[in-house]
Every structure is written in C-alpha cells, then in structure tokens.
C-alpha cells in the first residue's frame, strides 16, 4: 500500500472531482419531443446516434475526473515504503555495501571457514549489475573495494585477501563507515551485510546506538551461533628480585567444559617452570611460579596454557623485563611556543639533563593517538586545551593499567573537559581561578602540607624552605575529592598539589602550569627535585610488566640514535632494517617479542594481543540490530505526526511517483480535449 505525503491533497483531490460531475448534469441537452412525417425511419437513425454521443460523453466525464484524481494525488506525494511495492516502474539495480570482521577473534574455531562460505554465498546472490561495496574492519581497517560492478574478479580479489588481523575490529565504526557511503548512492534499494562473530567488546559501549542515515536494508551473517571454548591469560607480572614470585593470570571462559590446565614459564625459548591451575573457585585464577632463577641480562619470554580450546592465538602472554634505563615521560604540550614561552621549556631543561633518570618527550594532543601511552611510564598534560573522547579513553585505560599522569592546569585549558572527562581519573576538579586578573607584584607563597608523605621520601629536609622562596601569582582553586591527599598548600589553605589513585595507576595534579606565566617557580632551585620526585612517585611499580598491544607504536627511547639505521626483528623471524627521526616503529602487526638492535644498543619489546579479542561474550542478532537505531529520536518522531521524517522524504525523492501521475494526468486531459472537440453538446 502506498504512503502520501500531503495526504491533505485528497481530500481537496475528491471534492474536486465532483465539478465536472455536476457540470455534466447541468449543462447536459434537454430532450424536446417534435413530431411530424415519416417519423417511423429517422427514429430508427436517431436512436444509433445518440447513443453514440452518450457513450463519448460519458468517456469525455471519466477522463476529467480521472485527470483532476490523478492530479490530486501527484498533489499528495505518493511514494511505497517498501521498494517491493514499485511495480513496473521499480529497478532490480542496487548498491550492497559488506562489512568482513578480519580481527583477531575470526582465526577462533571454524569463524574464518564460515566467513569465507558467507561471503561466497553473498556474491552468488547478487544481480550483475549489483554495484558492490567491500569493507575489512580490524587492524588497519580499509575499503577493499568501493563502488564498483558485481563481477567474478571482485569476488576472487576479496576471498584471497580475507586473512584476519592479530588487532581489534570497532564494528560501530565500520557500519558507520559503510553507512556513510550507501548514504550517497544513487539507487534507491540498498543492502548492507555484515559478516562476523558479533563480539560485544567490537562495539564500544560508549557508543550504544547508530542512526543509519542510508537506511539500507541490514543482514547479519554471524559465523557461530555460540560463544567459543577459550581460556587466555590476561596478566602477568615478572619481578626484579628472586624472593619474589612469578605471576601470571589466567581465564577460562570454558569452565563448563575445561576444569583445570597446565601453565607453563619460558624465557629465553627454554621452559623453566610448569604451574597447574584448577578453575575450582571460578573463572580467574592467579598463578604463582616460586623462586625461579632469573637469568642475567634483560629477560624475554612468556607465560603459556597448554590446553585444548578454540582460540590458540591468545595462549601466550609475552613479557620483557629488565632493568629500567630510566623513567619515560611522555610530555603533551599545551601551549607550543618558541624560548620560554613554551609550555615545556622549563620542564624540558628540568627532565633531560645529563645524567637525569628521566627522558622526556614531548607530542601535542592532536598527535596523541599516534603514540602509545603504554610505551611510557608517566604521561604530563601541560596546560593542555582538552582531548577527544578517544585519547581520553587511551589516558583511562594507561592509568588504571599502572601508568602515572601528572595534570599542570593553566590557563589554556577548559573547565568542563577537565572535570566531565578526567572526573574518572583526576584526584580534584576544577572549580575557578585564584584572582580575577594575573597580579606579579604580589603572590602566593606554597607551602608542603604533608612532608611524611611518600611522594617527599628522597626529598631532603632543606626542599620545603626552597620551596617557600617561590610566588605564585595566579592558581586554580581545586576541590581535592574524597580518597585523595593534598600534599602542599598556599598560606589560605588553598589545595597546591593533590595526589590520588586510578586502578594501579597514580595521578598527581597541580594547581598551577610548569611553565613561569603564572610563578617563578621555575627559576628556583626547588623547582627541579620538586619535578623529578612528583614524576618517580608517579611511575609505575617496578614490577610493571614491560609490554604493549598489537597494532600500537614502539618507542625505542633515547639510547638508540634517530635517523640511524636500526636491525629488527619481528616474531615471526623476519629481520629487516629500519629508520626513524623519532624512533617510534610502526609495525607492530603480530604478537611476540620485537628485537631492535643498533650496533651495540639492542632492546627487546613484547606485544600481546588485546583482551577484547579473547571475549568469547556474543550479540545475538536481534541485540545487534537494536543497536542500530535510535530510541531518542524514535521517541520524537512518534510524537510528532505531523513531521515529515526523513526516510519519508528521502523514499518519495527517490521513487517520484508523482511524475508519472502528472504524466498520465496530461494524457487524459489530451484526450478529453481531442474527444471534446468532435463531441455535439
């Protein structure tokens, strides 16, 4: 049945056609009875004539009214909802848009069998003249194929290119990305299919629903129907000292099926320790490895369950311990400018010294996504403006994971990012500025509020006098929250530093910037044991396991030289040469340990597949297309009939019946005029 538009217009439209009715009734002949000779042969004549002349009359009648109803329902913007319904006029083209998951998760069990299958029976569904969209979502996610006709080569090219990645698949961006291009297509019938094992770690949760603005037609082609046997570790933690033990964590999402498992310790390619674990008190169980000898000299190796499940990729946990060179800091400017009007400036002079045990780098917050907070120890927002919701989830996960931060608000930053963003994480919020207007003639002096503290333990006794020599002319007034401790204070007792905790990670926040815009703080002696005991309080444990996640950068750090050629070797024994301005390699695609060597310098770095990858947590068809829609803007529309929505206009913009009513309308009244004109009143 079709829908209208201006359903107004029918009403207009039936009223209409009733006035040719009513002008054929009043101006109709009047029949006038003459008789007079021979009438007996001319009736015989007459009454053929004149029922010739009623039946064109009353054809002339039907083609006005049909002309005015068909005119009265071009009127009223016919159009079908479902593309079914179009009739002889509707098309067979259509654009079909496929989203392929190629993360981590599609190697478990038969997903990659299945997939391949799916894919197959798609393309073996589909018109020649389909035209053909193929999105890979996962790892570097990309377009393989955009817009172009069905034919037997696109299909060979997509089945021989469908190799999942070791990296995470964001099915919300992938549809959206998909979305955004069917929205632009020029037929009307859209399809959009979606081939995956539908985790619900693939879609963000800070992302519940998606409006699709091309309202294709959506078909989900899961590879399982069930979660899958799997049992991963998720953990470890390797310690620098030999009384101490070897940790590692291990889950099994199978315990129905799987009770118990074998864990075993290799470093170095040799396996030193074996562990039995029984999943007896629930699916997580930490395993301890006592009093193994440590080997000399850096340690790279892994944790591994030997045990029968369908994922096999996430079994190893790699780790790389040894000794730290030094603290890194990974520094993000606020405020880049040249000399000392740079955020950094100071701080810069103040971290990388000869002999510090701190090394410094600095990004901005528009590049943050580009380096791995993981490969740091302490990440520093100097005065930084905000942060997109991305790098702020990459800031959560880096401090609830062990990592330090250190917050030095100034006065580029902005209120609200900090405290709805950071509220999560921060030790205070924001709430205003000291003084209404910078005043250097007069300023505030810091005081340490509590010296017993250990962030103040290799401070020295003489530090809380040199810090006093300090004048802060400006500050921001923070609300220390319940949990966490103020370490210095301003002569009002106005908070200066407050310290708190985020899962294993510390986060120190200051009242003030590094820089000297707001204090002299800078020029003082005070100001560089200040800095370097507020960042070692910030680093992690020592025991932090040194690692990072597949598709995230390396840094290699300040021991190798930039735009120098460096040896690397990746887990799967491929050694190539490589080199970089700001030794951060890119190529982390498998995990495994990563060997960089540059003549005498070499580091080992470990790279572990995502936890979300090892989620065995699965959509069922119909939770994943209710993420697809809107409730809110559901809501609105179902509380305002009179609204044009806009899948409405955009069905009747793309069917235009209207046009063939017009049509159709103008060839009766043709008609009407042609038989009109050779029609006697």
Known sequence: MPSFLNSAFLMIGAAAVAVPILIHLLMRNKVVRIDFAAMRFLMESQKQVVRWLKLKQLLILLLRIAAIALLALAFARPYFPESSALGLWASDEKE?????????????AEHLTQAKSALRDVFDGLAPETIVSVYFAGGHSRMIVEREPLNDGIEARVLSMLQPTYQHCNLREATQTMDDLLRGSALFKRELYIISDFQRSGWPETGSFLQLASHAEVKLLPVTEKPWRNITIIDAQVPDETEQPWLCTVQNQALDVVKSAEVNLVVAGKAIATQKVEFTDGSTQVVPFEQVKLPRGDIAGYFEVNVDDDFVEDNRYYFVAQQREYIRVLAVNGEKASGPADELFFADKAVNTHGSAFRLIQTEAARLDRISPDAFDVVLLANVTGLNNNDVQILRTFVRNGGGLLIAPGDKVDIKFYNRFLEEIAPASLQNLAKPLLDRNSGDIMMLSNIGHPAFDQLSNALSNDISAARFFQHWILQPKVGSQMLANFGDDAPAIVVGTAGRGKVVMLSFPIDGEWSDLPIQTSYLPLLHTLLSYAQPPAEKVQFVRVGQPLYLGDSFQPNTQVEVATPDNVVSTWRSDNLIY???????????????????????????????????PEAFLAKLYSADEQTVIDQSQARISLPEQQAESEQKVWRYLVFVAFAFLIGESFLGNRTPR
């Open 96 to 108: 079909v848009g496929l989203i392929v998951d190629i993360s981590a998760s599609m190697l478990a």
């Open 586 to 620: 890119g190529g982390a695609s498998l995990p495994g340990i990563y060997r960089f060597q540059q003549k005498s310098m070499h580091k080992n770095i470990a790279v572990n597949l995502t936890t979300e990858e090892s989620d065995t947590d699965i959509f069922v």
